[in-house]
């Protein structure tokens, strides 16, 4: 049970600086430009979700950022996670993801939010050498009993100059929501 050291709340566009500072802090993610963090933040806010440091600092030590893929409407893709170093190891990244997924009531919906029906299956690409990934999401599927299937999705050669590992595409489901 994770200690509740953080609040989850979703992003804002107030966040945009401090999701490109976390990101550069959490050290094996890539660093994308603060626009896009703060589109993440306003156009994607519904996916975007936030930890919280209760207790003074109000810090953000964790965050989960996405979307609802257009022509996978029953799914919802994890573009990027992260915890800070400080911050690891109490399931937070756990507790992010099934907030994103919709599977806990610790978010309240923004108002108007979008989406008719609640994603059935989470995905994430990942890289095979991202221990700490894959055992994330492969923890997700097991804590939640769903099965978890990885194929390719994004080689090195999709890259400039080749110079990134391969992705592979897990989906993670079919989930529902704990009672
Ligand atoms: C991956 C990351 C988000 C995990 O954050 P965290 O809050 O420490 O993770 P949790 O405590 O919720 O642990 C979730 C699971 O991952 C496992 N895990 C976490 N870190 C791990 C590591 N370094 N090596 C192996 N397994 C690890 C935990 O044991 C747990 O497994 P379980 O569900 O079987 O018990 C964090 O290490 C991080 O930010 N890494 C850098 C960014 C990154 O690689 N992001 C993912 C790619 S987009």
């Given at each position: 049970m994770t200690p509740q050291t953080h609040r989850l709340r979703h992003a804002t566009v107030a966040d945009g600086a401090s999701l490109h500072a976390l990101v550069e802090a959490c050290g094996t993610l890539e660093q994308n430009t603060a626009y896009a963090y703060l589109l993440l933040a306003s156009d994607f806010a519904d996916t975007s979700v936030v930890a919280e440091r209760l207790g003074g600092s109000g810090a953000l030590e964790g965050l989960v950022l996405g979307y609802r893929p257009p022509r996978r409407p029953d799914s919802v893709f994890v573009w990027q996670v992260g915890v800070a170093p400080t911050a690891r190891g109490l399931g937070l990244a756990g507790r992010l993801l099934d907030a994103f997924a919709g599977l806990t009531a610790e978010l309240a919906s923004p108002a108007g939010a979008p989406y008719p029906a609640p994603p059935r299956y989470l995905e994430a690409t990942v890289t095979p050498s991202n221990d700490a990934s894959i055992a994330l999401f492969r923890g997700f599927a097991r804590r939640h009993g769903v099965p978890c299937e990885a194929q390719p999705w994004f080689?090195?050669?999709?890259f400039p100059r080749g110079a990134h590992e391969a992705e592979q595409m897990y989906r993670i489901g079919p989930l529902e929501k704990q009672s």
């Open positions: 080689e090195a050669a999709h």
